[in-house]
């Protein structure tokens, strides 16, 4: 058994088809796990991304009659849910534990069966979303996904406003797939603190782990929240509760609270992965160390606390007092700072190097340009009687999707290219990853830079027309052309996948001549991903095999 | 193209009764940069000054990284020597710190002075109070101090700056969250049910100023337009004169007026002095006196008003307004006789 488990997945298509499902399906493995968290991420990749392509052919001419108000405002509420949940999580959990357990020399996760558990519900509960196109209105017709947008804001979510199910297989899908995400959290919490090889004290892990610890315990304390939530939804649809029914005393504003005291930390939870592969990926393709890797350590952890502290800054129009208003813009300025460390760093780690333009370094690259324009939106938006302004307009929209897509996907991108390698045995093919990159990079240029225009010209998000005569329709047109770009991108990325899968070269163990543990492994890991522990006596365990004459644990 | 798209734009402006003035920034009478109300016009101060500051850091950060990373691409051979291997440097890390908390410090003291005078500031005796409460997709505006109750269509007197006459806005709604947002006169503020808002403008230009609801609320969010006319004070008063009068009051019942009072209309529509008294829907009694049907979806033509009677899904899908099932013959005389109520 164990010898046939080994040869993964090149040469195990030998097996019959039912075989190698039941293997996939009742799979413990924490990569192929993670493998299934991530394919199913670029399932729902589509998915969403269909749902903006609708929204922006709709939106490309005033008074455009391509769909209804109804359908429009079930793709904008879809296209958010789908990509934070079911698309930006699963990426991250995928990645991590892929990389977690080979990077800091363990032969699995710490629980493999509640990984298995985790991944299963945050399945479950997309199907379950999903399954609302159909199901949705329940008995009174033909079915409807939900259309309350996608932090669901009561109390639009009262029975009185949204009769029907399609509320209800929201707040379900979100509930069964925040209890994965809650599992998988507690899983990559204590991989890290309790199963890393010998050696490998804190302040020796890679980044992308120290990132990850900070991701878990961010998810642990914000998902929680969110979960209580949706409960409390759940009563006051079914059991006669008042929690947000506002015609009985309850509070619209305490739902606003509690979704964004799990929203903004939300952000982090995405965005700190990015920065973690952005940390191994830059130095690597620099030939570098990491730049001041204890302030970068203290930087993600000092994120991570300040992100609990700024909620409500998504609700500096809701009418809090000044007082609570300047408190925020306080916390939320506060936040720049360690940001801003980071961005100085990872410009100190090329400074000086020796950088080749790989696809992945190019989505790296992208990345530092576009995630020094979100975080100087970000500023803007901190300021509250700016954003008095500018929330809930196209701008805020753009400022977002420069986090979401412009970061976050651009270094998912830069992670997929980057470890398809170990992942599949086999090299992507570069020509198509660059056509991929200057197709994606132009596109999101075009959607996104040219989106902050008309928020700044009073318009709102979420409208599923507008009238002509606003000076909206030349950015809205220039809009919706940089989403076919994007499209054709993730096409061709999709289809580089699937080719490289099975024609690529063949990688071997170490392609990049990389410096962490996983590289030290074959490609792809055997199920026990090393033949025996290996003990590390740095941050970087492959320098100090390739360079014996310089070793890092020197300067460390 | 560029000329027919602005003389395009130029008829809409003047459909919509702006002037060419209004409209030059961007070319947009919604756009947040031609304040002309005191809230606005301090966000746009706060607002140049926080671009100029982030608009520095992007220049130099920008630039390094430009620099850098053409600067370092890898020359020549494949497999020459690995570069210098630097792991940090305390003073360094220590700049790129204490910078940004100095900057910190002092965009967030800047936006701390914009939040007190906007949202403390007093509210003088005489200023004018209305009342604005947000339904599923429409304003009901109520002066209570004046005794007036109109919808869709705000009426303000103009502020002059020697002499301030603010108007104060309570924000209320009846039942999701919706949010007033006229780009020129100030910053947005959320109607939520069960949380009474509060915000003030104080315009210095007459004219008319459009905006929308900006916190989604349901089906129709995007046709929930708003309308705010800016009026000299002797327009004001009279406006408030006039639409202080009971309806229009006629000796003989028109066969519009009956089907209006006999079919469901009077249980959501009210026109003062007569049986129709319903609250969930828009006050009818000086609807001529508007230049918009449901909350500035379409001109309140008589065309439209037989269209939006016959089915108001025609005009705004997913409008909270039922079709009655009239004939054509009857809606048109619904709104003939809707037509008389000025």
New interface residues.
Partial sequence: MPAESIALPLTDTARPFTSRLHQWVTTVDHKRLGLLYIGFALLFLVLGGVEATIMRIQLIRPLNNFV???VF?RMFTMHGTTMIFFVAMPLVFGFANYLVPLMIGARDMAFPRLNAFSFWMTAFGGLLLYFSFVGGDGLYGGGGAP?V?WFA????TAQ??SPGHSTDFWTLSLLVSGIGSIGTAINIITTIFCMRCKGMVLGKMPLLAWLNLTMAGLVVLAVSPLTAAQLMLLVDRYMGGHFFD??A?????MWMHFFWVFGHPEVYVLVIPAFAFASEIIPVF????I?????MVAATVCIGFISMSVWAHHMF???M??NA??FF??ST??I??PT??K???W??T????????KTPMLFC?GF??QF??AG??G??L????????????YFVVAHFHYVIVGAILFTAFAAFYYWFPKMSGRMYNETLGKWHFWLFIIGFHLTFDFMH?PG???????????????????WNVIVTIGTFFQAAAVLIFLGNLIWSYFRGKVAGSDPWDAWTLEWSTTSPPPEYNFATIPEVKSRRPLWDLK?PE?P?WQ?? | MQHSTLRFVATICTLEGITWADTVPFLSPTTIFAPTSTPAQSIFDLSLFVMEVTGAIFAVVFSLLVYSVVKFRKKGAADGPEPAQVYGSSQLELAWTVIPVLIVVVLFLASARVIASIQNAVRPADAIEVTVVGHQFWWEYRYPKLGVVTANELHIPVSDPAHPTPTFLTLLSADTDHSFWVPRLAGKTDLIPNHPNSMWVDPHETGLYLGQCAQYCGTQHALMLLRVYVDSREDFDRWIQQQSKPAHASTTVSEGQKIFEQTACINCHAVAGTVANGRFGPDLTHLMSRQTIASGASKNTIGNLIAWIYNPDVLKPGSKMPAMGLSVQQSAEVAAYLATLR
Avoid: C
Wanted: negative net charge; aromatic residues 14%; charged residues 10%.
């Fill in positions: 209804s108000p109804q405002n259309d947008g804001y009561a109390p639009l009185t406003f506002t015609q005393g309850g509070s619209a504003v620099s030939r570098k160390a730049f001041g890797y204890p302030i129009t809701v009418g007092s000044s208003n300047t813009v306080l300025m506060a720049a700072v801003g460390i961005i100085f760093n410009l100190a090329i400074w000086g190097g020796q950088i080749t333009f690259i530092l340009f020094l324009i100087l939106t500023i803007m901190g300021a509250a009687p700016f954003d008095w302004q500018l929330t809930a307009s225009v700044l010209l009073g318009m709102p998000r979420r409208i599923y027309t507008y009238e002509p005569g606003r000076g909206w329709d030349i360079h310089d890092d300067y460390e």
